[in-house]
């Protein structure tokens, strides 16, 4: 089993910029990858960015350009950054950090807000 925990989020003004982080500790060598999802109130958790073993990423056309995923592995732990410029209000949501495994579904971290003010 995998625990996450991420860091990072906070109030921010429109154009500014932060920085998540994901540290991921336990059964982390059989992840197949590892995202940041957000849900704003009133709306459906959407997938923001994804990052695989392999090192491909993915992300969701609203965030293209402005939204940087990354990785540090290091023995026993497995970090997964959110680099976030030209934030906008519209970005404002709860970010969840995720890992998925192919054998053993998704786990999911407890969020971190981020509120953008125009």
């Known amino acids: 089993q995998v625990q996450l925990v991420e860091s990072g989020g906070g109030l921010v003004q429109a154009g500014g910029s932060l920085r998540l982080s994901c540290a991921a500790s336990g059964s982390i060598f059989s992840i197949n990858a590892m995202g940041w999802y957000r849900q704003a109130p009133g709306k459906q958790r959407e997938l923001v960015a994804a990052i695989t073993s392999g090192g491909s990423t993915n992300y969701a056309d609203s965030v293209k350009g402005r939204f940087t995923i990354s990785r540090d592995r290091d023995n026993a732990k497995n970090t997964v950054y959110l680099q976030m410029n030209s934030l906008k209000p519209e970005d404002t949501a709860v970010y969840y950090c995720?890992?998925?495994?192919?054998?053993?579904?998704?786990?999911w971290g407890k969020g971190t807000l981020v509120t953008v003010s125009s």
């Open positions: 995720n890992a998925h495994y192919i054998d053993d579904g998704d786990y």
